[in-house]
């Protein structure tokens, strides 16, 4: 086990170092010059040339590749070329914001998807079922930007619940510790802001839980249904135990290989920024931060975030891994 | 009731419901299980037998099985009737089931300790390490030496006899009244059969617990049974004691089955088969269910569907027109 998880993470550096290749590459392809959008549109060319050489972008491709790896391996992921603080500091708060959404967004996803899922397989055909599966249907179908906005109109507008926009209450702003303002509020012991965190990670969460949460309730739901057929389950019934026991105990734990791989996935596309739901939400998130970086052709940034976030996706689908042996005695993973 | 009777089938029918219309699988079944008695139900595969062994639990799955006119007295409970809060306290309890495939039957995902004790602990008011401790001995005494490691292990580490010695012991835990055994023997290979069936005549003999039997293998039959039920497309054909059964078939398709065993002594170069097979249910309106594979079938057979006739004191029954016809004919075959 710990010989396959060391062996696993080194194969995620081939993995990681093509990652930067890509990227590095793609967005030099993207039209536009820092050092045009830094000056400005009435910069002159002597200007805008002297600040490109200051930056070090009229290097050759391959020596500014280098000097990036080179940087990379002494754990430095450069400084912004519009803000010019440290990225590996600067990043730290919206990652924090992205990573508590993500949280709280799969949560909700999970409890309610899974759940719905296993209830429609043990019902299946009957009226739960097929409301819960239309209810996946049109939550797969939904445009996230629409959802987000019709939130906002009926719990902050028409009955105004909700804020409708930010992380916290502004006039009465977190003193951030781990900048996950839900832990940080109760370390403080703060209610109070703590009460107003909550209010306010309600409406994007939910957003964000709307499409996972239907596609965990569809998947779960066949699984389910597959397994149910099995021998064991008849085996199970035959002992006697209370359906809710066959299911929720034997019938789950067998189904939830695929269940696992999904909520896996959609944590990895979450937390790569839902840039959407923050917009809408004007949630800080890592998506807002790397669409800025993007619009002001902050090279580092831009290389230094997808990197960070490609770093966390592959992370998490080893972790998914080595659940599987968790879940699954036949799942061994020797050399 | 009989108190010498555990189970009663006063009557059992059974349908199951398509697209289109409904379809009779079982017909007016009905057989008492003796207590202490090890009872065979035989048949080809289609004729209904594993439908009539689940419905006893209650396991059919329901739709599309539907249940009509039909009562099973388990003591002085019919179980046709019974909740399903009074069928989980009787399965695995009083009445407990094994089935065909051990390789699939238990959980991958739990020890042989988890799934045992699940239903120890379900059934009976045990601290753990008084139900742990059953646990190992019925282990034990279904033959398996390791108790104590096979409590920790996973089904996929022990093999296809070992997983059955696990089921069985897994429904003998809580010395059931009725052991119901689902072609228990069909996957395993023969030497590994002779031993399970070795144990389930020991454990019948030590626990008095009765068994139904299924199978399809007329020599576990004759190795192991003391009454045998040879079921038909959903009807019981014949029924009686083995040795009756086996010395005198009354009934047609009794004596293809019993003629289709291959004989060591007797090398044939072509194996006697029954002509035919199985019709689909519901294919057959009117007349004897067997008649259009029967060698000795008459016009009356086609017409009319004869009734289940007792041949002797000791309840030897036949359902034919034929039966002292082919009776007399078997005696002279032998």
């Not at chain 1, 249907?137 to 939130?151: D, H």
């Not at chain 1, 409406?203 to 964000?208: E, Q, T, V």
Request: glycine content about 6%; charged content about 20%; overall charge neutral.
């Amino acid at each position: 086990m710990f010989s396959y998880t060391t062996k696993r993470l080194f194969s995620l550096i081939p993995v990681l170092l093509g990652m930067t290749l890509v990227v590095f590459f793609i967005i030099r392809a993207i039209p536009g010059n820092p050092a045009q959008v830094i000056l400005g549109q009435r910069a002159t060319k002597e200007a805008i040339e002297a600040l490109t050489e200051q930056l070090g972008l009229n290097k050759a491709w391959y020596i500014q590749y280098f000097n990036y790896l080179k940087d990379l391996a002494h754990l430095d992921l450069g400084t912004s070329l519009r803000t010019k603080a440290e990225i590996s500091q600067e990043i730290f708060p919206y990652l924090a914001a992205t990573f508590e959404l993500t949280f709280v967004a799969m949560f909700i996803a999970i409890v309610v998807g899974v759940n719905a899922g296993i209830i429609s397989a043990w019902f299946s055909k009957s009226w739960f079922d097929y409301v819960a599966m239309l209810l996946a249907l049109v939550g797969i179908s939904l445009p996230i930007f629409w959802l987000g906005l019709m939130e906002q109109w009926t719990f902050s507008i028409q009955l105004g619940w909700l804020p409708t926009t930010g992380r916290e209450n502004v006039r009465n702003p977190v003193e951030a510790i781990t900048n996950l303002y839900l832990l940080d509020t109760l370390l403080r012991g703060r209610m109070d802001q703590f009460i107003d965190v909550v209010k306010h990670i309600i409406l994007p969460s939910f957003a964000l839980a709307t499409i996972p949460m239907a596609i965990l309730a569809r998947m779960t739901r066949s699984t389910v249904l597959e397994v149910m057929n099995a021998d064991y389950i008849r085996t199970a019934r035959a002992k006697g135990l209370k359906m809710f026991v066959v299911v929720y105990k034997h019938a789950l734990k067998n189904a939830f290989i695929p269940i696992l791989t999904v909520i896996g996935l959609q944590i990895g596309l979450l937390l790569g920024g839902a840039i959407l739901t923050e917009t809408i939400f004007g949630w800080p998130g890592v998506g807002r931060y790397l669409y800025d970086a993007i619009a002001y052709r902050d090279y580092p940034v831009i290389q230094s975030g997808v990197l960070i976030i490609a770093f966390f996706f592959v992370m998490i689908n080893l972790i998914v891994d080595l659940l599987y042996g968790f879940i699954d005695p036949r799942i061994k993973y020797t050399e | 009731m009989n108190c010498d009777n555990v189970l009663e089938i006063k009557r059992l029918n059974i349908s199951f419901m398509t697209d289109k219309k409904k379809i009779n699988a079982i017909n007016n079944v009905a057989f008492k299980i003796k207590k202490g008695e090890i009872l065979g139900l035989v048949g080809e595969s289609g004729s209904g037998k594993s439908i009539t062994s689940l419905s006893i639990l209650g396991l059919l799955p329901s739709p599309p099985a539907v249940i009509e006119e039909s009562e099973i007295l388990f003591h002085d409970l019919d179980l046709i009737q019974a909740s399903e809060q009074q069928m989980q306290k009787i399965r695995g309890n009083r009445i407990s089931m094994i089935f065909q495939e051990p390789m699939t039957s238990l959980n991958p995902l739990y020890t042989v300790g988890n799934q045992l004790l699940e239903s120890v602990q379900k059934h009976q008011s045990l601290s753990k390490s008084e139900a742990n401790d059953i646990c190992i001995h019925t282990l034990k005494s279904v033959g398996l030496a390791r108790a104590e490691a096979i409590m920790n292990e996973y089904p996929h580490q022990l093999s296809g006899g070992m997983r059955q010695r696990v089921m069985i012991a897994m429904a003998m835990v809580c010395q059931p009244e009725i052991l119901i055994a689902d072609e228990p023997t069909t996957a395993l290979d023969v030497t590994i059969q002779s031993q399970i069936l070795k144990l389930m005549k020991e454990l019948n003999e030590k626990t008095g617990t009765s068994v139904l039997f299924i199978t399809h293998d007329l020599g576990v039959v004759a190795e192991i049974c003391h009454r045998v039920i040879v079921m038909y497309g959903g009807r019981i054909v014949e029924e009686g004691s083995v040795l009756d059964v086996f010395k005198n078939p009354q009934h047609p398709y009794t004596r293809g089955l019993l003629k289709s065993v291959p004989d060591i002594r007797n090398k044939q170069d072509k194996l006697y088969a029954i002509p035919g097979s199985v019709p689909k249910p519901g294919s057959i309106q009117k007349g004897c269910y067997f008649a259009p594979r029967c060698e000795f079938a008459k016009d009356i057979c086609f017409e009319n569907e004869p009734e289940f006739v007792q041949l002797t004191e000791d309840g030897h029954r036949s359902r034919c027109f034929l039966n002292e016809n082919v009776g007399g004919a078997t005696k002279n075959d032998k």
